[in-house]
């Protein structure tokens, strides 16, 4: 193994034989680029799906109303369904162990100015655990609390872009925003993955915004999280659940679609993981399919070198060289081929996939990338392979009587 003598003939074998030596490597090279590659755009396409669940939380439910379509309890159909303070709290004691966070939330459009500034913006009445269900960051100051819920406060959390278009210069923390006349302190910014539209938005206590409203107890849409340990099947029969208590309250037909309607994340997520396993088992197939054509190449055509260097080993033998030696001597060229060969389809692959980078984000392929962890596991795999399909030609040449080495054309 780490006899110089040898290790110069094998590159001086390698140099004398470019062509013989380029076959043997392309079909490692290529496979391993060509499986570096797959993989990673395997992940891009993982990545663009489960984005789609991280801007909010991924365990969400959404609660909102519509007209009713079906006549039921004496009450005709076409109703607007309007849910209620009362009917977030009915969800919220429905099963507690099974919620995570909850919030109601009011929404509605108002003109809001600062200074010279105005515009408008979608003003949101909620509760202190809206920031974890939609994932926002706070950038500076705080987000809404108990005592702001208690006291009906006039405060405000903005997103980035309302402090952007209203307040250009200095920190917003502390400032006042005329809200449709009533003034609200500015207490946090915050961002949203979500983005600019998400970032547009400005968040104030529910208790607050329905004594604007002329004590109303309105409530536009129920957000609520459930126990991340629950199953997709578990939170699904609990999303029912929760719809069919609302309507039994409201009096919807329980064969209504459009009167209360729940959207739940475990649904999606559920279709959405099968959809990845399916899109992974592809990929694991095509990757597989490429490394075994890298590995039947290269065992072809080391059987060919094997068979045009069948002189030579006559001779060798001849000349007392033990089998054992003539073994070794093939198998470490094979690796050494298999190796360099390795290294370029990696490099190559791993360049092409940082060149790509996000620019088939418009495809649904983000950030492509492949774990050191796989693309070593590959390249072994193919070290191995080249040992192997160096070791049985080798071996059955090293069993030929010299004469008959000697004689082979």
Do not use: C, H
Not at 19 to 40: D, M
Not at 183 to 203: H, N, P
Not at 267 to 294: E, R, S, Y
């Amino acid at each position: 193994m780490f006899d110089l003598d040898r290790w110069r003939e094998i590159f001086e074998s390698i140099r004398s034989n470019i062509l013989r030596t380029v076959l043997s490597g392309f079909t490692v090279a290529l496979g391993l680029f060509i499986f570096i590659v797959l993989f990673g755009i395997g992940t891009g396409l993982k990545n663009a799906f489960t984005e789609g669940f991280t801007r909010d939380a991924a365990n969400l439910i959404t609660i909102f109303t519509g007209k009713t379509s079906i006549a039921y309890g004496g009450l005709q159909s076409d109703r607007q369904i309007i849910l209620k303070n009362d009917d977030y709290e009915q969800v919220k004691e429905s099963e507690p162990s099974k919620l995570e966070n909850s919030t109601a939330r009011y929404s509605t459009n108002m003109t809001v100015k600062y200074g010279k500034e105005s515009g408008s913006y979608q003003i949101s009445g909620a509760n202190p655990e809206e920031k974890i269900i939609e994932n926002r960051n706070l950038t500076e100051g705080r987000y809404l609390n108990a005592m702001d819920m208690e006291r009906k406060q006039n405060v405000a959390v903005i997103g980035r872009m309302v402090q952007r278009d209203l307040i250009k210069n200095g920190s917003p923390i502390g400032k006042e925003l005329d809200i449709n006349g009533s003034f609200f302190k500015v207490v946090g910014v915050f961002s949203d993955d979500g983005g600019d539209w998400d970032e547009r938005m400005i968040t104030v206590p529910i208790t607050t915004l329905q004594q604007m409203k002329k004590g109303s107890d309105t409530v536009s849409t129920i957000f609520i999280t459930y126990d991340s340990k629950m199953s997709p099947d578990e939170a699904i029969k609990y999303g029912d659940q929760i719809q069919k208590e609302l309507k039994a309250k409201n009096k919807v037909s329980p064969e209504d679609e459009n009167g209360i309607i729940v959207r739940n994340n475990a649904k999606n997520m559920g279709d959405t993981i099968q959809f990845l396993f399916i899109i992974t088992l592809i990929v694991g197939f095509i990757g597989m399919g490429t490394l075994l054509a890298g590995i039947i190449g290269i065992s072809n055509i080391m059987v060919y070198i094997v068979k045009e260097r069948t002189q030579e080993i006559g001779v060798r033998k001849a000349i007392g060289a033990k089998p054992s030696s003539i073994v070794g001597l093939i198998m470490q060229e094979s690796v050494v081929i298999t190796v360099i060969s390795g290294f370029i389809g990696v490099g190559l692959g791993v360049l092409s996939l940082a060149l790509i980078g996000d620019n088939l984000e418009k495809y649904f392929i983000k950030d492509p990338s492949v774990g050191w962890g796989l693309i070593l596991a590959a390249f072994i795999s193919l070290v191995i392979s080249g040992l192997i399909a160096g070791f049985v030609p080798a071996y059955r040449a090293s069993r030929i009587k010299p004469i008959e080495a000697l004689r082979s054309e």
